[in-house]
């Protein structure tokens, strides 16, 4: 296992899913950031850099835009150095 942030923003505005008040919403997000979290863990929860041993720490973002009614998922990726940063981006593009 390694260490996923799941952080969320609807138009533009970081929030938490216990914080909105349209339950329906809460609930896709809280679903979505779920379901991020399991994907990078089935992706990265294993891996260690092969140099320094180190794991890649990932924060998803999940913007959410009402008007549009459009999800989207950014990663970013912290890892000890650009060796482990390729593999983690490269095994969460595959
Ligand atoms: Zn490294």
């Known amino acids: 296992m390694i ?3 799941v952080r ?3 138009d533009d505005r970081p929030t938490t899913p216990g ?7 809460a ?12 994907h990078v863990q089935a992706r990265l ?16 973002t999940a913007q959410y ?12 990726v912290d890892a000890c150095c650009s060796r482990l940063l390729m593999m983690a981006v490269g095994a969460l593009n595959h």
């Not at 914080?19 to 919403?25: A, G, H, Q, T």
């Not at 835009?65 to 970013?76: K, N, R, V």
Request: aromatic residues 6%; proline residues 4%.
């Open 8 to 10: 969320f923003e609807v």
């Open 27 to 38: 609930e896709m997000l809280d679903h979505t950031g779920e379901q991020a979290r399991q």
């Open 65 to 76: 835009q009402t008007d549009s009614e459009q999800m989207e998922l950014g990663y970013h």
């Open 19 to 25: 914080e909105i008040e349209d339950e329906y919403l």
């Open 45 to 60: 929860g294993a891996m260690r850099c092969p140099e320094h041993g180190g794991a890649p720490k990932v924060t998803v």
């Open 3 to 5: 260490e996923v942030t």
